[in-house]
């Protein structure tokens, strides 16, 4: 988890200003790490209890917001505060996106896009939908989380081309 969590944290931009919009966050893994690295964090996740956790596990930082709720629903609601955004962290369940979810990604048309996903059938779907919609897969790597199983984890890097 170490070196996945380093390789994300790696492609970050260096800047002070850096607005970043994370969805899936679940209890913070990733966010009290983003948090650190950004001027701003908003954070969506749809469990109740990973959203109680993940109040717990970011008080300190004033400069974060939750929202409760399923992506496809909490996206559409956020487009104003949204606009502007730097970067978009994204890890979906093993179903990856839903479709409703996916257009309201790409209607942000955020700079960039760090995807990290658990299952590489509905990886490849997604990024196929993403490439589609004005996105270039910059960059993607691999990662064995689980040792003597089929399980991978991936990081795919998504720049916006048009």
Do not use: W
Not at 3 to 8: P, T
Not at 66 to 81: C, F, N, R, T, W
Not at 102 to 109: H, P, T, V
């Amino acid at each position: 988890a170490q070196e996945m969590l380093s390789h994300v944290l790696s492609l970050l931009p260096s800047r002070d200003d850096l607005r970043i919009l994370e969805l899936f966050s679940g209890a913070g893994f990733f966010s009290v790490f983003l948090a650190e690295k950004c001027r701003e964090l908003i954070a969506v996740e749809s469990s109740p209890s990973a959203c109680f956790d993940f109040a717990g596990n970011l008080d300190a930082f004033d400069h974060v917001s939750l929202y409760e709720g399923a992506v496809e629903q909490v996206l559409p609601s956020l487009a104003a505060d949204l606009q502007g955004i730097d970067l978009v962290l994204l890890d979906p369940p093993r179903s990856g996106l839903q479709p409703a979810a996916r257009k309201a990604l790409q209607e942000l048309g955020a700079a960039e896009i760090i995807f990290i996903s658990c299952d590489p059938s509905t990886l490849a779907r997604d990024l196929k939908h993403l490439c589609a919609a004005g996105y270039e897969l910059q960059d993607l790597h691999a990662f064995d989380m689980f040792p003597q199983t089929y399980h991978i984890e991936a990081v795919a890097v998504l720049s916006k081309t048009s």
